[in-house]
């Protein structure tokens, strides 16, 4: 491929990203107060984070064709999946789920 049709088309398709994404980050806060869902399909909505979490949560615990899996990484997905449940900052419970797994690993638990 030729490497002058690459940058241009790279760029083009980063600055449409941006775009994109700007779209909507700023569509959020100025429809907030236009567009009213309905009470079922908030529970719904708020349903299938709790759907999405825990499918998250069982995919990242149980690695499909890896081998041994050992007991390190179910336990720091456990950790995380744990506080995530309990409401805790996002940051907490990567640093947290991280430091479990890490932590048994050095400890010689794989």
Do not use: E, K
């Not at 002058?4 to 806060?29: E, I, K, N, Q």
């Not at 940051?91 to 797994?101: D, E, F, K, Y």
């Amino acid at each position: 491929m030729n490497s002058h049709l690459v940058s241009p088309l790279l760029l083009a398709a980063a600055l449409m990203l941006a775009c994109g994404t700007y779209a909507f980050r700023w569509a959020g806060p100025m429809l907030r107060n236009r567009i009213r869902f309905p009470d079922r399909a908030t529970q719904l909505l708020d349903i299938g984070a709790v759907v999405l979490l825990a499918a998250l949560v069982a995919v990242t615990a149980v690695p499909v064709g890896s081998g041994h899996v050992g007991f390190a990484l179910p336990a720091g997905v456990l950790v995380g999946g744990v506080l995530a449940w309990r409401d805790r900052p996002l940051l907490v419970v990567i640093v947290a789920a991280a430091a479990t797994t890490a932590g048994l690993r050095l400890l010689g638990v794989s």
